[in-house]
């Protein structure tokens, strides 16, 4: 992705379609859909994976533009990439090599890393300029 196309669509306020969401049960995903709050043209979907194939504790969040323009990939837990150990990101844009780069997380400002399931995601959207007042995110109820 372009990066002026990245940090607008980055920076964009944005907002889920419930108010109340429910993460994914260990060993599924689960996603929800968003909208660009100034401009509800602009849609997104935000998927919490909780299957791992070699690890059973992997948590990954990842942020598409439209249907399937990854824009944003945090693994908090799972496998190394380039050496760097999660929690990692990778940034889809031309700066970050559309992603192939492993960022530790840490060096995100205003990213408060955690693996607690309900917490890290509710960083995830606020780090993604979702709007997260009144938002109530639960455990899996599976």
Do not use: W
């Amino acid at each position: 992705m372009k990066n002026k196309d990245y940090n607008y669509l980055h920076n964009l306020p944005k907002s889920t379609d419930k108010n109340h969401l429910f993460c994914a049960p260990f060993g599924k995903q689960t996603s929800f859909k968003g909208t660009g709050t100034l401009d509800p043209n602009e849609n997104f979907r935000v998927v919490q994976n909780r299957k791992g194939h070699r690890r059973n504790n992997n948590l990954t969040y990842i942020l598409f533009y439209k249907q399937n323009n990854i824009m944003i990939r945090i693994d908090i837990n799972g496998q190394r990439h380039e050496g760097i150990e999660t929690p990692h990101v990778h940034i889809f844009d031309e700066t970050h090599n559309n992603g192939l780069e492993a960022i530790p997380l840490s060096k995100l400002p205003n990213y408060d890393t955690t693996d607690d399931v309900v917490q890290s995601l509710c960083e995830f959207l606020k780090y993604n300029n979702f709007n997260t007042k009144g938002l109530m995110i639960s455990p899996s109820t599976a």
